[in-house]
């Protein structure tokens, strides 16, 4: 899925949960539910070309954009950002052991991992990908601006 939509779940679920000891792993296994739900995100493969880095990049600072600006005046705000980063984690993870192979026979449970994750992608076509991100993503915003 984009980042984005996991953004806005992550920042939902830390906003929504008050104790950051439940919300923070809420919202970084919250990453495997959307992915295991029909989305579209282009299944980019590495090495990621420049057009795929820029998308990826453009997607996470709007995402992150637009969460600090809703959590502005949150006293939580940082827990709010925490789970909105923890929801992304796994793609980082993802992404950094396809570019960096050698992290993957460094650390070996990343390779369990990262197969788990892989595993679960759901790609449907871009518009009904795309139709299930936006509905992902004004779920979220529901409880991220009430
Ligand atoms: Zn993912």
Same mark, same amino acid.
């Not at 959307?34 to 299944?43: E, F, K, R, V």
């Not at 679960?120 to 601006?145: D, E, M, P, W, Y």
């Given at each position: 899925?984009?980042?984005?939509?996991?953004?806005?779940?992550?920042? $939902? #679920?830390? @906003?929504? #949960?008050?104790?950051?000891?439940?919300?923070?792993?809420?919202?970084?296994?919250?990453?495997?539910?959307? &992915?295991? *739900?029909?989305?579209?995100?282009?299944?980019?493969?590495?090495?990621?070309?420049? =057009?795929?880095?820029?998308?990826?990049?453009? &997607? /996470?600072l709007f995402g992150a954009t637009l969460i600090f600006l809703i959590s502005a005046n949150d006293p939580r705000q940082i827990v709010i950002l925490a789970g909105a980063f923890l929801a992304t984690l796994p793609d980082f993870i993802l992404a950094a052991s396809r570019h960096f192979p050698?992290?993957? @026979? =460094?650390?070996?449970?990343? =390779?369990?991992?990262?197969? /788990?994750?892989?595993? #679960?992608?759901?790609?449907?076509?871009?518009? =009904?990908?795309?139709?299930?991100?936006?509905? *992902?993503?004004?779920? $979220?915003?529901?409880?991220? *601006? @009430?």
């Open positions: 899925m984009l980042s984005t939509p996991h953004l806005l779940v992550g920042a $939902a #679920i830390a @906003r929504s #949960i008050p104790n950051p000891a439940i919300s923070l792993p809420a919202a970084f296994f919250s990453h495997f539910v959307l &992915d295991a *739900t029909p989305h579209w995100d282009g299944s980019p493969s590495a090495p990621f070309s420049k =057009k795929v880095v820029g998308g990826a990049a453009a &997607d /996470y050698i992290l993957v @026979r =460094k650390i070996p449970p990343l =390779k369990r991992f990262n197969n /788990y994750h892989s595993g #679960i992608q759901v790609n449907v076509r871009l518009a =009904k990908g795309l139709l299930s991100a936006f509905a *992902t993503c004004l779920a $979220a915003l529901v409880f991220l *601006t @009430r």
